[in-house]
Every structure is written in C-alpha cells, then in structure tokens.
C-alpha cells in the first residue's frame, strides 16, 4: 500500500504546473514603463511676465502671439544640452498670473507654434531637395549634349571646344551641388526640425511662485524638522541618563 501511494505521490509531484509553483516574475511592461520614465526630459524655465515668453513687439492676443526670440534661444542651449528622450517643459511664473483660461492658451499656443515651424521646416528642407534634384538633372543635361555634339561632330572643332568650355564645368557642377544638396541639407535646418518636432510632442507645465502647492511644502518641512529636532533631543538625554547609571554602578 505505501508503494502504490508513495508512486501516486511522485507522479502529481511531477505533474504539478511548474507554473503554480514558481513566483510571478516582473511584468515587460514595467521595465518598458522604468525605461521610458528615465527618456523623459524636464526643462525649467522660470519667467516674470508672459512678454517673456511672447514678442514684445506683437500686440496681438495670446492666442496669436509671436513667441519670442529670447525663449526660442533659450529652448535651443537646453535641447543642446539633453537631446534624448522626450521632454518636459515647466515653466515657473509668479502667482500673480495664475490663471486657468491663461494657461490653456498659453500651451494651445505653444504646441500650435511649434508645430506650424516644423511643418514649415519640413517643407523648406523638401524645396532644397527638390532645387538639388534639378541641379542634378541640369548638370547630366549639359554634360550628355556635350557628350552627343561631340560623338556626332554636329560642329567643327572650334565650336565643339568653345561649347566644352561652357557646358564641361557647368555640367559638373550641377550633379555635385545637386548631390550634396540632396544628400546632406542645411545641418541647421536638420536641428531645428528636430527640435521643434520634439517640441510640438512635450508636455508643459505651469508652476507658480507662492502657490498652495509651495504653502503646503513649508510646513511639512518645519514639522520635519521639529521632530528631527525632538529625536535628538530624546537621544541627548537617554545618553545622560545612561551615564548616570553607569556611575551609580561604580
């Protein structure tokens, strides 16, 4: 009877899902998750007045305010310093121009501005490409006519040389400076269209000076610090105490 029972044993021990036993390791998703968080840039900018992040120049409502060159500039020495990941904009603003409908149009102009410069910096890289491509098939153009004028002798000899002086070095030209055009585009056009077309994708938040968030960070700290304060305290003197015991013990 043991045998038979002992066989049974071993055979559901076998048998039993190596999944039940072993522990639920850690989801995919959750490193995922860790490594995007850890992509994700913050930039800080603290400013007085909203003319600091608008032109002063245009008067127009915020909705439709220019942004201005001191905060584009400002954007840019950021981006250089941390081109990774995604961003975070926050932008610190005294409490004075808390305001819920501000701040909306404030992030539909910002996101609608970078935009509109991306998609503007994608058409104007297109346009180099395309003058690059005619470039190229100027240059193949002037190059196969004179290939042809002189495989066929259209022309006497001097006409032939006086036309290969022309169309020789402009044929040339045309394919290299098309090629590059086409290869390589502006390296500062290629900045700004990634710049702005991470820009367009980041998040923006406002955080103002003096709010209730910031009121409420000041006490905790003070009561921190009062009970730091009382821990030492109560150490302080169980260290008197117990040096009194020590020599009342002697």
Not at 137 to 146: D, E, K, T
Request: proline share 4%.
């Amino acid at each position: 009877m043991r045998s038979i029972f002992d066989c049974r044993f071993s055979f559901f021990f076998f048998w039993f899902p190596a999944s039940l036993t072993t522990m639920p390791e850690k989801p995919e998703k959750t490193a995922e998750i860790e490594e995007h968080i850890k992509d994700i840039q913050e930039i800080s900018i603290a400013i007085d007045s909203w003319d600091d992040v608008f032109s002063d120049f245009d008067p127009s409502p915020i909705d439709q305010r220019i942004l201005s060159e001191d905060f584009l500039s400002e954007l840019k020495k950021r981006y250089r310093e941390t081109q990774r990941g995604e961003f975070v904009i926050t932008i610190y603003a005294p409490a004075s121009l808390k305001d819920e409908v501000t701040e909306k149009l404030v992030n539909k102009r910002l996101k609608q501005y970078f935009k509109f410069r991306h998609l503007s910096l994608q058409k104007e890289i297109a346009l180099a490409i395309r003058k690059g491509s005619l470039f190229v098939v100027g240059g193949i153009a002037s190059l196969s006519s004179l290939t042809m004028l002189t495989y066929f002798q259209m022309l006497d000899k001097l006409a032939l040389e006086l036309i290969a002086i022309i169309l020789m070095p402009l044929g040339w030209f045309g394919v290299w400076e098309g090629f590059s055009r086409i290869i390589e585009p502006a390296p500062l056009l290629k900045q700004d269209l990634e710049l702005f077309g991470k820009l367009s994708k980041a998040a923006f938040k406002f955080k103002y000076a003096g709010s209730q968030e910031e009121a409420a960070v000041v006490p905790a700290a003070k009561q921190e610090a009062r009970h730091e304060t009382k821990s030492a305290g109560t150490v302080v003197q169980e260290a008197k105490t117990e040096s009194k015991e020590e020599k009342e013990v002697k």
